[in-house]
Nanobody
Framework: QVHLVESGGGLVQAGGSLRLSCTAS????????MGWFRQAPGKEREGLSC??????NTYYRDFVRFTISRDNAKNTVYLQMNSLKPDDTAMYFCAARAVDCSGRTANYNYWGQGTQVTVSS
């Protein structure tokens, strides 16, 4: 059974930083592209970034100020978030997709439960 577990969220003041982690089990991690998404209250889930299975290619939405990375030896993908703003307040999710990144949320095979990020002004 596949599990994705996010961690690292919390309450931070505007301008602060957080590093989110997502650790996977039950799958061959290096065979999966990993994406980060977020969903704010009353809004649709939106994609932020994706990193290819081998880590060589990364993709970001135009508005994203964060950095994605992965450590295949630890089955973990990270999202480094700096200069956080109140608008970044949301539940953050990681997701896995076989082989390639995709810009479509529906194309991801597995999802974590999310970690809450709250940015105060």
């Amino acid at each position: 059974q596949v599990h994705l577990v996010e961690s690292g969220g919390g309450l931070v003041q505007a301008g602060g930083s957080l590093r989110l982690s997502c650790t996977a089990s039950g799958l061959v991690f290096e065979n999966y592209a990993m994406g980060w998404f977020r969903q704010a209250p009353g809004k649709e889930r939106e994609g932020l970034s994706c990193i290819a299975n081998n880590g060589r290619n990364t993709y970001y939405r135009d508005f994203v100020r964060f950095t994605i990375s992965r450590d295949n030896a630890k089955n973990t993908v990270y999202l480094q978030m700096n200069s956080l703003k109140p608008d970044d307040t949301a539940m953050y999710f990681c997701a896995a997709r076989a082989v390639d990144c995709s810009g479509r949320t529906a194309n991801y095979n597995y999802w974590g439960q999310g970690t809450q990020v709250t940015v105060s002004s």
